[in-house]
């Protein structure tokens, strides 16, 4: 059981990898550094507990069925999160492709300069970088949407690798 945290794993360095930031990689700044820990400490602790704590094959069949619905749930969430936060960058004069999580609450100088101006318009004339950013939306709405973002894909993985664990004790055989 304990071979089914390279799942986790998996995902956690998926995460922290130097891939094209997207849909399935979030740009989540600063928080990133808490995600690979994260991952590793839920995916043990379930993998190690649920052997533990459940014997009959009846567990694991609820577990695997709790893990799907779930994992639906937090995906759908999930979703819900990067459409809602994450703003595609897309400038092919400058051939400029990213992606950023954005707050939701603009700053003072946001609302003074640029009130009139879409997110997309705001962060094309003047810059998306970290510290861009904190000048355009408070640092509270951005610190829950990025926290909101990283809950909803490490409880993606969590509820996955929970229905993996169980599929994987279904095919051991009993002794």
């Known amino acids: 059981m304990g071979s089914i945290d390279a799942f986790v794993l998996l995902g956690g360095m998926f995460a922290r990898s130097s891939l094209k930031p997207g849909f399935a990689n979030p740009p989540l ?20 507990l ?3 704590l459940f014997r009959r094959k009846k567990h694991f069949v609820l577990i695997v069925l709790v893990g ?16 809602r936060f994450g703003r595609p960058i897309v400038i092919p004069q400058r051939q400029i492709d990213d992606f950023i ?3 939701r609450e603009r700053t ?24 861009d950013l904190f000048l355009y939306w408070t640092k ?18 969590c ?17």
Not at 68 to 83: E, H, K, L, P, R
Not at 112 to 131: I, P
């Open 29 to 48: 700044g600063q928080i990133l550094n808490f995600v690979l820990p994260l991952c590793l400490l839920i995916g043990v602790t379930l993998t190690t």
């Open 50 to 52: 649920t052997p533990m």
């Open 68 to 83: 799907a619905v779930f994992s639906a749930g937090a995906g759908i969430w999930y979703v819900t999160a990067i459409q």
């Open 101 to 103: 999580i954005a707050g």
């Open 108 to 131: 003072s100088f946001a609302n003074k300069y640029f009130a009139s101006k879409s997110d997309f318009e705001m962060l094309t004339s003047r810059g998306w970088g970290e510290n």
């Open 140 to 157: 509270d709405s951005i610190l829950r949407a990025r926290t909101t973002v990283l809950l909803s894909f490490v409880l993606t993985l």
């Open 159 to 175: 509820f996955v690798n929970l229905m993996v664990a169980g599929a994987a004790a279904l095919t051991v055989p009993k002794k």
